[in-house]
């Protein structure tokens, strides 16, 4: 079974960059330490627009992913940084290779 891939773009508000990236860092640490079928988790930052950042997550299967959105720090992470994103986009893939 192919690896499920999620790309999330964020339109972060300017006033609210620096600690949704803080808030998206300490996120991260918790998943790879806590969820074995995430394979990556990275944060990038648009060299163009420092506020449009984009989340790579790649998980063992749609399993791991629902496990993911389920679990606690999930939903914490969602309802802080809700107010400081102005637009959010979530795209799926599946791994075209093993």
Same mark, same amino acid.
């Given at each position: 079974?192919?690896?499920?891939?999620?790309? !999330?773009?964020?339109?972060?508000?300017?006033?609210?960059?620096? +600690?949704?990236?803080?808030?998206?860092?300490?996120?991260?640490?918790?998943v790879?330490?806590?969820e074995?079928?995430?394979?990556?988790?990275?944060?990038? !930052?648009?060299?163009? /627009?420092? /506020?449009?950042?984009?989340?790579?997550? !790649?998980?063992?299967?749609?399993?791991? !992913?629902?496990?993911?959105?389920?679990?606690?720090?999930? /939903?914490?992470?969602?309802?802080?940084? +809700?107010?400081?994103?102005? /637009?959010?986009?979530?795209?799926? +893939?599946?791994?075209?290779h093993?």
């Amino acid at each position: 079974m192919n690896a499920i891939v999620l790309h !999330v773009e964020l339109t972060l508000h300017p006033e609210h960059r620096d +600690a949704y990236l803080a808030r998206a860092q300490e996120h991260r640490e918790k998943v790879k330490n806590n969820e074995p079928a995430c394979q990556r988790f990275e944060i990038s !930052v648009e060299d163009e /627009n420092p /506020n449009l950042v984009r989340l790579y997550e !790649v998980y063992d299967d749609e399993t791991a !992913v629902e496990h993911h959105m389920q679990t606690p720090y999930m /939903n914490a992470y969602r309802e802080v940084t +809700a107010p400081m994103i102005a /637009n959010r986009k979530l795209t799926r +893939a599946i791994m075209a290779h093993d």
